[in-house]
Nanobody, 126 residues
Framework: QVQLVESGGGLVQAGGSLRLSCAAS??????????MAWFRQAPGKEREFVAA????????KYSDSVKGRATISRDVAKNTVYLQMNSLEPEDTAVYYC?????????????????WGQGTQVTVSS
């Protein structure tokens, strides 16, 4: 079993920045062997892929909506994945979820991830 705990969400003005963190743990969990991703879900909308860092450092992917404004990174020593978001827009308002899985390399489909955190709210005011 894998536990994911997100933090770093909050209220920020448009144009501002946030760094989200996701700490992963588990008795037999090997952080480097998992794809780690961020998804988000706004009220009334489907869960949307934001960014992923592939297992074994194979690849990094971003959605078109955040490309150039977001950076995903992982700290193997801390079993933590980060999402740095800059130039935030009101459209970025959503609950942000961390996910872990071992299917493929940095996939964007939520069904390809096995473990999910509880989410952290990001609200961007205009």
């Amino acid at each position: 079993q894998v536990q994911l705990v997100e933090s770093g969400g909050g209220l920020v003005q448009a144009g501002g920045s946030l760094r989200l963190s996701c700490a992963a743990s588990g008795r037999t969990f090997t952080f480097s062997s998992y794809n780690m991703a961020w998804f988000r879900q706004a009220p009334g909308k489907e869960r949307e892929f934001v960014a992923a860092a592939a297992r074994f450092g194979a690849a990094i992917k971003y959605s078109d909506s955040v490309k150039g404004r977001a950076t995903i990174s992982r700290d193997v020593a801390k079993n933590t994945v980060y999402l740095q978001m800059n130039s935030l827009e009101p459209e970025d308002t959503a609950v942000y979820y961390c996910a872990a899985g071992r299917n493929g390399y940095a996939p964007s489909g939520p069904v390809l991830y096995d473990y999910w955190g509880q989410g952290t709210q990001v609200t961007v005011s205009s």
